[in-house]
Structures are given as structure tokens and as C-alpha cells.
């Protein structure tokens, strides 16, 4: 099974540096020169109405430890920062977040499996491939609740999707109005037209960010390609940063609950909100830049062994 190819434009996980310095005023790293009003969630009372400065502190000290390249592995993120060119990496992106169910090891192995059939270029594979090449690339293919016709049925669809539109970001463009407080009616709409193309079913594979669950791994395709600092690699222009909200799973949603950025005990799409608006208080145009070091302490038993929320006893945060 082959890799993709190396980045050659130093722009890696390594080449945006943003260090480990925190700002401790709140100020935003993202997408430099954006701004935002901060009013992306509406306020339904589920959040804590305030940040205690020892949760705040919390989260800054584990965002300036852990929000590093060097924390990136394992994580599906590992297959989509190779890709310079944005074209490829929004397809690698969508592939890795749509695979991201399960342990990562196989995460990894499958959504790779899926890659290496579009060759060095993935926009340009995708677009070139037939139905028929398609079909015969996934004979065999199998993992969690994904078989050869699950995985044929959404490669067909994103590459009519790309096809029709253009790139995936224009997709997701033409859903998008600076009227919306979230991305949450563009993502729809992105499914949507990515759904009505496929042949036949592609299972849970790309869910439906309105039916009430977190849409966890859209909102992390999202984050991927919105986002650029030193672990996000970014590209998209379509939406601001501000506008993002959590991928919550069920780690993040533990954590948060402990750290009161939400007190829903259904790790869905209320309780995302809920912790994108407590994190918007720490900053209110990127909020979502917390995920990845907060997301840390669930993946990583050494981190959460070493950090607490108060700083007073050492103890497992999951």
C-alpha cells in the first residue's frame, strides 16, 4: 500500500510555525487577519455561563504543551498534511475524517487503502478514474461497517461531486451565506449534494450533520481545511474560523462536561454547541484551535496522567 508523497513546500506539519506560546489576552492564531463577532452559537443556556480561571488556565497550558506538530501522531491527520496542493488534500481530508471511526491504527489503514487509489494526485485520480476502475479498486475492501460497495459508492459520489462543482470547497461554498452564524447549513448542504450523487448507499460514511448527533468527523473535516497553523494544514477560504464548531466524541464530550463547557449529558450536536460557545469565551474567533490539544489528554494516557484541572493532584481526565 503506498504513501502519499512528502510536502514539498516546507509547509508541513513542522512548517507553520506557531510554537507553543499561548497569548494569554484570548487572542486569535488562526486564519491571521480574521475577525469575528463571536456569535456563531446561540446562547440556549446549556454552556456554563462563565470560564472559572482555573479552567481557563487549564486549557491554556494544555493548548501551549500539546498544540504541537510533534503530538500529531497517531491521528488521521497524519494522511492529509502531505498534500500541497489543496485540491488534494480537501479529498484526502474527506477520506481520512469519513474513515475515522474506530481505533486509530485502523483508521489509518483503511482511509490510506482508499488514497493509494487515486495516486499522487487525488483530485486528478479521482476525476480520471471510471465507475468500473472505482469498483474494481475496492474489491476486498473491508473495514468496520464498510465493505467494497459501501467504499465504491462514496468515492463515486465525491468524484461526480468534484466533477460537477469544481473542487469540494466550491461545494461547500455554494451552501454558505455570511448570514449564517455556523457552518452547520452549509455542511448540510455539502452532504446533501455528496449524498444525492452516489450510486447506492454509503452507510455512515457522511452522516447527516442536522439529524441531531455531533457530525463529529465533518466538523473535524472542517477543522482540518479551515484552520491553518502548525498542526491544522488548512486551504479553504469558504468559512472563518469563527464560525467552526467542535467535533465532539465522546473523550472531548467527558472532558468537557469536567471542565463545565457543557452540561448536556448526550454527547450530540447541542452539547458541540455548547462547548464551541464556552470556548469562544477564551477565544472568539477561533475556538475551535482547543480541540486538538484538549483532544490529546484522550488519546495520549501519559498526557492525562500529567495534567489536571486544577493543578493539584495528578489524575486521569477521560
Known amino acids: 500500500m503506498s504513501r502519499p508523497p512528502p510536502r514539498r513546500d516546507?509547509?508541513?506539519?513542522?512548517?507553520?510555525?506557531?510554537?507553543?506560546?499561548?497569548?494569554?489576552?484570548?487572542?486569535?492564531?488562526?486564519?491571521?487577519g480574521r475577525r469575528g463577532e463571536g456569535a456563531g452559537v446561540p446562547r440556549d443556556g446549556g454552556a456554563a455561563s462563565g470560564m472559572p480561571p482555573g479552567v481557563r488556565d487549564f486549557i491554556f497550558r494544555v493548548y501551549g504543551?500539546?498544540?504541537?506538530?510533534?503530538?500529531?501522531?497517531?491521528?488521521?491527520?497524519?494522511?492529509?498534511?502531505?498534500?500541497?496542493?489543496?485540491?488534494?488534500?480537501?479529498?484526502?481530508?474527506l477520506v481520512a475524517s469519513s474513515f475515522a471511526l474506530g481505533r486509530v491504527g485502523g483508521i489509518l489503514r483503511a482511509a490510506a487503502e482508499v488514497l493509494a487509489l487515486l495516486g499522487p494526485r487525488p483530485r486528478e485520480g479521482l476525476v480520471s478514474l471510471s465507475p468500473e476502475d472505482i469498483r474494481r479498486g475496492f474489491a476486498g475492501f473491508r473495514y468496520r461497517f464498510f465493505g467494497p460497495h459501501q467504499g465504491a459508492n462514496f468515492l463515486m459520489a465525491l468524484r461526480r461531486a468534484v466533477l460537477d462543482y469544481g473542487s469540494l470547497e466550491n461545494l461547500f461554498a455554494a451552501g454558505m451565506d455570511a448570514s449564517h452564524e455556523t457552518v452547520m447549513p452549509a455542511l448540510g448542504f455539502f452532504a446533501d449534494e455528496i449524498r444525492r450523487r452516489a450510486?447506492?448507499?454509503?452507510?455512515?460514511?457522511l452522516c447527516d450533520p442536522r439529524r441531531g448527533s455531533a457530525a463529529?468527523?465533518?466538523?473535524?473535516?472542517?477543522?482540518?481545511?479551515v484552520r491553518r497553523d502548525s498542526v491544522d494544514p488548512g486551504g479553504w477560504t469558504a468559512a472563518p474560523p469563527e464560525k467552526l464548531v467542535v467535533p465532539l466524541d465522546t473523550h472531548m464530550h467527558s472532558?468537557?462536561?469536567?471542565?463545565?463547557?457543557?452540561?448536556?449529558?448526550?454527547?450530540?450536536?447541542?452539547?458541540?454547541?455548547?462547548?464551541?460557545?464556552s470556548l469562544r469565551l477564551l477565544d472568539p474567533r477561533d475556538p475551535v484551535r482547543f480541540d486538538f490539544s484538549l483532544c490529546r489528554l484522550g488519546i495520549r494516557p501519559r498526557a492525562a496522567m500529567d495534567e489536571n484541572l486544577y493543578g493539584n493532584s495528578r489524575q486521569t481526565l477521560s
Open 255 to 277: 472532558l468537557a462536561l469536567r471542565l463545565g463547557l457543557t452540561r448536556r449529558r448526550s454527547a450530540d450536536i447541542a452539547a458541540a454547541l455548547d462547548t464551541t460557545r
Open 10 to 32: 516546507g509547509a508541513g506539519a513542522g512548517g507553520r510555525g506557531e510554537g507553543g506560546g499561548v497569548p494569554r489576552d484570548g487572542g486569535a492564531r488562526g486564519e491571521g
Open 65 to 93: 504543551k500539546y498544540h504541537r506538530p510533534e503530538f500529531i501522531p497517531p491521528d488521521p491527520l497524519e494522511l492529509v498534511l502531505p498534500w500541497e496542493r489543496v485540491e488534494d488534500r480537501e479529498i484526502a481530508a
Open 199 to 205: 450510486p447506492g448507499d454509503f452507510g455512515i460514511l
Open 216 to 225: 463529529k468527523r465533518l466538523h473535524l473535516f472542517l477543522r482540518w481545511m
